[in-house]
């Protein structure tokens, strides 16, 4: 039995939230908050497995909230949210970005045709969030610990002119990739084409989040964009994303691969065809295998292939499915990914 503590001001979606998660037959509401405050408090008292947090509450918010709970009592933390709710969009982020492990947007009502989808996705959460083993997040007045030396990645060999860089990540990305876009150097060379598997309606407030806190310009990609180097584009909801033969991004709304859509596989697939060596592919933290055997494409069309460590995913599915094909040339935790691009750009500068 999954013992779920649900952390909502409103009575109507507390109503709401109890009776989606107490239709299923393993899971237990065992406690409701009303703000940030009282949610603490019933932390301390009936250690939940899990926690559903509101982002705007009165006295204590969701995202102050939760980087409390991470850095006392640990626990999987999945936000539900209006996915455009007016005031700062980046709060939702700012919360996984403080440790929660999962957003997804508040129900639609009794009735509403989203409804069935809507609970689905709830209770398909809260199952799988409630397996994940999350870690302490230190308090933000502790110093920072410094990374090891990460050891020259390109001895031994002389890689292609790179002209692209392809990423996928799922469940965990938005944390992983707030790392990775915050230490990549500004100036990078070459475009980067992101898909984020995520829950319909976020993808602008997120990119938008993105940009503001890593400093790296980020867009949601249209068809027929002409990527600029330095420059990241994010699949758009429910799209696939490719890149052409005339190197413009193609969005297709053809079935999901993977049962996804976009799919990470569609988008290394394109890169594969279109730049082969000429290009990096990067595989994230996320459930299932998307992605995989598309990046052992890309590892055998000559690219440079890149999976996040087990260590620094929160679920090691993807990048695991493409170590376990040998798929991945190196596996390495975030900050190393981007240090490591960093080092291939400098190497590429010095030879053009």
Same mark, same amino acid.
């Given at each position: 039995?999954?013992?779920?503590? !649900?952390?909502?001001?409103?009575?109507?979606?507390?109503? *709401?939230?109890?009776?989606? &998660?107490?239709?299923?037959?393993?899971? /237990?509401?065992?406690? !409701?908050?009303?703000?940030?405050?009282?949610?603490?408090?019933?932390?301390?008292?009936? /250690?939940?497995?899990?926690?559903?947090?509101?982002?705007?509450?009165?006295? &204590?918010?969701?995202?102050?909230?939760?980087?409390?709970?991470?850095?006392?009592?640990? *626990? $999987?933390?999945?936000?539900?949210?209006?996915?455009?709710?007016?005031?700062?969009?980046?709060?939702? +982020?700012?919360?996984?970005?403080?440790?929660?492990?999962? !957003?997804?947007?508040?129900?639609?009502?009794?009735?509403? $045709?989203?409804?069935?989808?809507?609970?689905?996705? &709830?209770?398909?959460?809260?199952?799988?969030?409630?397996?994940?083993?999350?870690?302490?997040?230190?308090?933000?007045?502790?110093? /920072?610990?410094?990374? $090891?030396?990460?050891?020259?990645?390109?001895?031994?060999?002389?890689?292609?002119?790179?002209? !692209?860089?392809?990423?996928?990540?799922?469940?965990?990305?938005?944390?992983?990739?707030?790392?990775?876009?915050?230490?990549?150097?500004?100036?990078?060379?070459?475009?980067?084409?992101?898909?984020?598997?995520?829950?319909?309606? +976020?993808?602008?407030?997120?990119?938008?989040?993105?940009?503001?806190?890593?400093? +790296?310009?980020?867009?949601?990609?249209?068809?027929?964009?002409?990527?600029?180097?330095?420059?990241?584009?994010?699949?758009?909801?429910? %799209?696939?994303? *490719?890149?052409?033969?005339?190197?413009?991004?193609?969005?297709?709304?053809?079935?999901?691969?993977?049962?996804?859509?976009?799919?990470?596989?569609?988008? %290394?697939?394109?890169?594969?065809?279109? %730049?082969?060596?000429?290009?990096?592919?990067?595989? *994230?933290?996320?459930?299932?295998?998307?992605?995989?055997? =598309?990046?052992?494409?890309?590892?055998?069309?000559?690219?440079?292939?890149?999976?996040? =460590?087990?260590?620094?995913?929160?679920? %090691?599915?993807?990048?695991?499915?493409?170590?376990?094909?040998?798929?991945?040339?190196?596996?390495?935790?975030?900050?190393?990914?981007?240090? +490591?691009?960093?080092?291939?750009?400098?190497?590429?500068?010095?030879?053009?």
């Amino acid at each position: 039995m999954i013992r779920v503590l !649900i952390v909502e001001d409103s009575r109507v979606e507390q109503e *709401l939230l109890t009776h989606i &998660l107490s239709s299923d037959s393993g899971i /237990k509401v065992v406690g !409701i908050a009303s703000d940030g405050n009282i949610a603490l408090a019933e932390v301390e008292r009936l /250690k939940p497995d899990v926690i559903t947090m509101d982002i705007t509450m009165p006295n &204590l918010n969701g995202y102050e909230t939760t980087r409390r709970i991470m850095e006392s009592t640990p *626990l $999987p933390i999945i936000i539900v949210s209006c996915c455009c709710h007016v005031g700062n969009p980046g709060n939702s +982020f700012d919360a996984m970005e403080a440790g929660a492990v999962a !957003i997804v947007r508040k129900p639609a009502g009794l009735g509403h $045709p989203d409804y069935p989808a809507d609970a689905a996705d &709830l209770i398909r959460t809260v199952k799988v969030m409630s397996e994940i083993k999350v870690v302490r997040r230190w308090p933000r007045i502790r110093a /920072k610990v410094q990374l $090891p030396k990460l050891p020259p990645v390109i001895q031994g060999f002389t890689p292609v002119t790179n002209q !692209i860089i392809a990423i996928g990540a799922s469940t965990g990305g938005p944390a992983a990739l707030q790392k990775i876009f915050s230490a990549l150097p500004k100036n990078l060379s070459v475009p980067v084409l992101v898909v984020q598997h995520m829950a319909g309606g +976020f993808m602008k407030n997120f990119v938008s989040w993105l940009s503001s806190t890593t400093g +790296f310009p980020t867009h949601i990609a249209r068809q027929g964009d002409v990527p600029i180097p330095g420059h990241a584009y994010f699949a758009p909801d429910d %799209f696939h994303m *490719l890149i052409g033969w005339d190197k413009r991004i193609l969005l297709s709304g053809d079935a999901p691969e993977n049962c996804v859509r976009p799919a990470v596989s569609r988008l %290394f697939r394109s890169v594969a065809e279109t %730049f082969g060596a000429h290009s990096v592919g990067v595989l *994230l933290t996320g459930m299932g295998r998307d992605g995989a055997d =598309d990046l052992k494409l890309l590892r055998m069309r000559g690219a440079i292939t890149i999976v996040q =460590d087990r260590e620094s995913s929160l679920i %090691f599915g993807m990048p695991g499915a493409a170590v376990n094909i040998d798929a991945a040339d190196y596996i390495l935790a975030p900050e190393d990914i981007a240090r +490591f691009i960093a080092q291939l750009d400098c190497a590429q500068e010095r030879r053009t």
